[in-house]
C-alpha cells in the first residue's frame, strides 16, 4: 500500500487550547468524579448484605478450622519426628 505524501492529519485541539477552571483540575475534579461514579454503582440491599455477610463469616470460619487442623497435625507429627 502507498504512503500518503504530505501532512500528517492531526486532531482538533480545541478542548486543549482553552483554558480550564479551577473546578476541572485537581482534587475537585477527583471529588467530583468519585461521586458520580458511586452514584451509578449497585448498592446492595439489607437482606443482601446480610446474607453475603454471613456466607464471608462461614467461608472464614471454616478457612481458619482447617488450617488450625492442618497446623495441630503438623505440630504433632514434628514432636514425633524430632523428639
Known amino acids: 500500500m502507498a504512503r500518503k505524501s504530505g501532512k500528517r492529519s492531526t486532531r482538533s485541539r480545541?478542548?486543549?487550547?482553552?483554558?480550564r477552571s479551577f473546578l476541572d483540575i485537581g482534587p475537585v475534579r477527583f471529588a467530583r468524579e468519585t461521586y458520580a461514579e458511586l452514584r451509578r454503582s449497585?448498592?446492595?440491599?439489607?437482606?443482601?448484605?446480610?446474607?453475603?455477610t454471613l456466607i464471608i463469616l462461614g467461608v472464614c470460619i471454616m478457612l481458619a478450622t482447617f488450617l488450625g487442623a492442618f497446623d495441630f497435625g503438623l505440630s504433632q507429627l514434628s514432636d514425633l519426628v524430632f523428639r
Open 42 to 52: 449497585h448498592w446492595p440491599t439489607q437482606r443482601e448484605t446480610l446474607r453475603l
Open 14 to 19: 480545541s478542548g486543549a487550547a482553552r483554558s
